[in-house]
């Protein structure tokens, strides 16, 4: 499958982004998503995932509040709606894909199967 992901930008902090992850070539319902986000030297820390139908929905502890996923199957879309938004979010952000999500290893990335390019965010104070 192949992920767009799109949306980010430079806010001010406090301000709000939404960020939007577009899949092709297979069945985008088969597959739980979610978003993780990079900063250079750091490793990618996961965000938040949605599995196939919005029925469950797991977030970092970080984001917990401030951020919200959701995914439209009929658009292959899944989105994180990003508010509040302080500097410490400054970071690319990527979607990524995982055709099986186990409870206790949501926050892994290796669990992940694709992955989207990638959309910086960047939050000014």
């Known amino acids: 499958v192949q992920l767009q992901a799109s949306g980010g930008g430079l806010v001010q902090a406090g301000d709000s982004l939404r960020l939007s992850c577009t899949a092709s070539?297979?069945?985008?319902?088969?597959?739980?998503m979610g978003w993780f986000r990079q900063v250079p030297g750091k490793e990618r820390e996961f965000v938040a995932a949605?599995?196939?139908?919005?029925?469950?929905?797991y977030y970092a502890d970080s984001v917990k509040g401030r951020f919200t996923i959701s995914r439209d199957n009929a658009k292959n879309t899944v989105y994180l709606q990003l508010n509040s938004l302080s500097p410490e979010d400054t970071a690319v952000y990527y979607c990524?894909?995982?055709?099986?999500?186990?409870?206790?290893?949501?926050?892994?990335?290796?669990?992940?199967?694709?992955w989207g390019q990638g959309t910086q965010v960047t939050v000014s104070s």
């Open positions: 949605v599995r196939r139908t919005n029925s469950d929905k």
């Open positions: 070539g297979r069945t985008f319902s088969n597959y739980a």
């Open positions: 990524a894909a995982a055709s099986g999500l186990i409870v206790s290893s949501v926050p892994n990335p290796r669990q992940y199967n694709y």
